[in-house]
Structure formats: structure tokens, C-alpha cells
């Protein structure tokens, strides 16, 4: 089993940046891809990006390249999420998620964390 939790969420600018951590416990962690998926009010749930479980491949959904960064430690059971040139519609809650998975479906991701809320003032 694995519990994540997400920190750093908050208020931002546009053009702003911010970074959230994922805080990951269970043995099994540094054996799953990760990532982040978010979702604003009133829309469906979207990927964001995902990293292999060695930290060696990255993928991202095409709105947030050249501007997002994931990253993982897995002696630190982390993984973060580096967003730069923030938009409004960035605006929305952002989920870490780990998983056997490699796709932008969410039911690729067995493990969630609760949210942690992010918004992109204009």
C-alpha cells in the first residue's frame, strides 16, 4: 500500500511560479511511475505528467510542456511538480497519483493523494 501527500499549493500570479511535493510512504514507491493529474471546478479530471519509476522518462500533457517539470527522489519517497509561467487556467486542484501505469487515463493510477488546491490570479 501507498499513501501520498501533496503540499505546496497556494495563491499565485500569472507568470508566477510554484512547487508542490508529493510526500510518498510505503515500500513499493520507488517501484511506480508517478505523477500529477488536476481538475477545475467543473471539468473533468486531466493529466498533467508522469515519471518513470527510475526518474528516467517524463511525460507531459501538451498545454503544460516547456513550463511544468516533474522530478522524483526516490531515496526521499518524493516526487514534485515545478510550474513556471503560470496561467489562470492552471487554476485547479492538483493530485499526485503513483501506479503500474503509463497512459493519461486516471484508472492507470491505483494510488491518490487528497488534493492540494492551486490558483492562478490574472
Known amino acids: 500500500q501507498v499513501q501520498l501527500v501533496e503540499s505546496g499549493g497556494g495563491l499565485v500570479q500569472a507568470g508566477g511560479s510554484l512547487r508542490l511535493s508529493c510526500a510518498a510512504s510505503g515500500r513499493t514507491f520507488s517501484g511506480l511511475n508517478a505523477g500529477w493529474f488536476r481538475q477545475a471546478p467543473g471539468k473533468e479530471r486531466e493529466f498533467v505528467g508522469v515519471?518513470?519509476?527510475?526518474?528516467?522518462?517524463?511525460y507531459y500533457t501538451d498545454s503544460v510542456k516547456g513550463r511544468f517539470t516533474i522530478s522524483r527522489d526516490n531515496a526521499m519517497n518524493t516526487v514534485v511538480l515545478q510550474m513556471n509561467s503560470l496561467k489562470p487556467e492552471d487554476t485547479a486542484v492538483y493530485y499526485c497519483?503513483?501506479?503500474?501505469?503509463?497512459?493519461?487515463?486516471?484508472?492507470?493510477?491505483?494510488?491518490w493523494g487528497q488534493g492540494t488546491q492551486v490558483t492562478v490570479s490574472s
Open positions: 515519471i518513470s519509476w527510475n526518474g528516467g522518462i517524463t
Open positions: 497519483v503513483a501506479g503500474t501505469g503509463w497512459t493519461t487515463d486516471s484508472y492507470d493510477y491505483q494510488y
